[in-house]
């Protein structure tokens, strides 16, 4: 029996698991251990490298749509997509490339991904971003005088404006992550043929308007987006933490930066569902990913979830956050039927 249209997410734990394998399966993530399980069947795999917790087998995060997907590559990034939406992924070693003068190995790889990525999109019809994860190894360590998160920051806007797209506003929901040394960036991404709607959390300055002291150049996402399909309505939450305004909060407080991270996801559904125009979305309702700096702070982190978000699906990753004084960083997705809603 065929899935109903639109966008569809299961996080499972088997590759031989039917999920993986269906005919309308756009593209898998791996979390570490990684394992390829879709280079056989032509099924785009992002291998990430960021631990499950507690430790245990391989994850897959399996993206699938309700109808059957084609296969294709650009250059390195390998993707896979049907009439409305299109998952790809490209992986780059930071020794493979050769950085112009001036210029860092992270900033070189990650001006070749987003370069490919912005081609593919052009070349293959899907105009607009919708959800982008980014994976970098060492992501809080500083090189050549600047942390790499801020190097990666400055590559990732240079690319997206040398091919004419938006660094403010009309921008996707995204995430960036810490991965194990050594290990590639990784960048997989959803992109659409159907503009979504893109949502800023009214508790939190605007990512891309951050001011100067977080670097020369501001991250370029949306707290959200919000995709309606002929079938269903698709919410993307970008990675959120104890932000408010543009300051990290209850520093050294892992409970509390929780809570606080609970407090955004809050007011983010309330836009969402004030744009969606009903109440689509609630907490329980969502599939998140939760980042962990320290893996001690797991159980405390999964008490205060459990309080919080209620018998809701969760997915717990070790992964180093953007800013070093972060603990925690939560993204989730909300899928809702127009079958069930009706």
């Known amino acids: 029996m065929r899935a109903p249209m639109g966008l569809h997410l299961a996080y499972v734990s088997r590759a031989d698991d039917p999920a993986v394998r269906a005919a309308e399966v ?9 394992a390829a399980v879709g280079a056989s069947n032509g099924i785009p795999m992002a291998q990430i490298h960021t631990p499950v917790l507690p430790r245990a087998a391989p994850v897959y995060e399996v993206w699938s749509a309700g109808s059957p997907a084609a296969s294709g590559q650009r ?6 997509r049907t009439d409305e939406v299109l998952f790809g992924c490209i992986a780059i070693a930071e020794a493979e490339v050769d950085p112009a003068p001036g210029a860092t190995a992270l ?4 001006a070749a991904a987003y370069a490919e990525l912005c081609a593919t999109l052009e070349t293959e019809d899907y105009p607009h971003l919708l959800r982008v ?7 809080n360590r500083d090189s050549n005088g600047t942390e790499r998160y801020r190097q990666f920051n400055a590559a990732r806007q240079h690319a997206l404006q040398a091919h004419g797209r938006a660094l403010t506003g009309s921008v996707p929901a995204a995430s960036a992550l810490g ?37 020369t150049h501001s991250p ?22 104890s932000i408010v ?3 990290s909060l209850h520093v050294g407080d892992t409970v509390a930066q929780t809570r606080e991270t609970v407090s955004n996801i809050k007011a983010l559904l309330a836009e969402a569902n004030r744009r969606a125009g009903q109440r689509a979305f609630e907490l329980s309702s969502l599939a998140y990913k939760v980042y962990v ?14 309080q919080e978000l209620g018998p809701a699906q969760l997915l717990y990753l070790q992964a180093d956050i953007c800013r070093q004084d972060l603990l925690v960083e939560i993204e989730a997705t909300g899928i809702q039927s127009l079958a069930k809603a009706a």
């Open 26 to 34: 756009l593209g898998i993530a791996s979390f570490d251990p990684p």
């Open 75 to 80: 250059g390195r990034v390998h993707f896979r």
């Open 107 to 110: 900033q070189a790889a990650t």
């Open 133 to 139: 994860w980014n994976y970098l190894p060492d992501i």
């Open 179 to 215: 991965a194990e040394s050594a290990s590639p960036l990784v960048v997989y991404f959803l992109a659409g043929r159907t503009a979504p709607h893109f949502i800023e959390n009214p508790r939190q300055v605007s990512a891309y308007h951050y001011p100067p002291e977080y670097g």
């Open 220 to 241: 370029v996402f949306s707290r959200a987006a919000l995709l309606k399909q002929p079938g269903s309505t698709t919410l993307f939450i970008s990675g959120t933490a």
């Open 245 to 247: 305004g543009h300051r």
């Open 293 to 306: 700096r320290r893996p001690a702070d797991l159980p405390v982190i999964e008490r205060t979830l459990a």
